[in-house]
């Protein structure tokens, strides 16, 4: 069994690297902000160690070169991914989602961000629903607009969420 755990480890790197980065209706994370960016570097590191240890378990040449190949090729830009994610969770903030306002509602927390996709677009709004279970936070968006300004979040009487800007409502979602 000793010699199937760099197996196990290539598998939960890249499992774990295409569940963070897959676009599904229901997004896990984290509920501790920053364990997003440790697990994104163990993961992105996980991948070339483990390539490496299967080269060293391999017999024949020609597929040991081929995966001491892939080991070198993924290294670098792995290294630099895990540099980059180690120093977001050292920040401890998430640059791209600054939340504006909450509204806990049956049992679920909907949470309005001013979102950052990066330099190449403007500022947004995203509405979340949320809802932490142990220490994994299950999130679902519910509503975005881009090129838009902060703005609030309220309850209406009638069980609605309503995106405010001023006095001007933005949206309303029933949940």
Known sequence: ????????????????????AMNTPI?????????????????????????????????RSALRVAFIVACLLVALPSIAYAVLAIGSARNGLDG?????SEAPLNGVTFRLYLSNCGATCAYGLVL????????????????????EEPASL??????????HRGEYVLTSIKP
């Open 1 to 20: 069994m000793v010699r199937a755990w760099p197996a196990a480890l290539l598998v939960f790197s890249v499992f774990g690297l295409a569940l963070h």
């Open 27 to 59: 997004t896990l994370r984290f509920a501790y902000a920053p364990a997003n960016y440790w697990f994104v570097a163990v993961a992105t590191l996980a991948l070339p160690v483990s390539l490496g240890l299967l080269a060293l378990q391999l017999r």
């Open 96 to 100: 791209s989602f600054q939340l504006l």
């Open 128 to 147: 979340r629903r949320e809802q932490d279970v142990a220490a994994v936070r299950l999130i679902s968006e519910v509503w975005e607009a881009d090129r």
């Open 154 to 163: 309220r309850v209406s009487p009638s069980g609605t969420v309503e995106v």
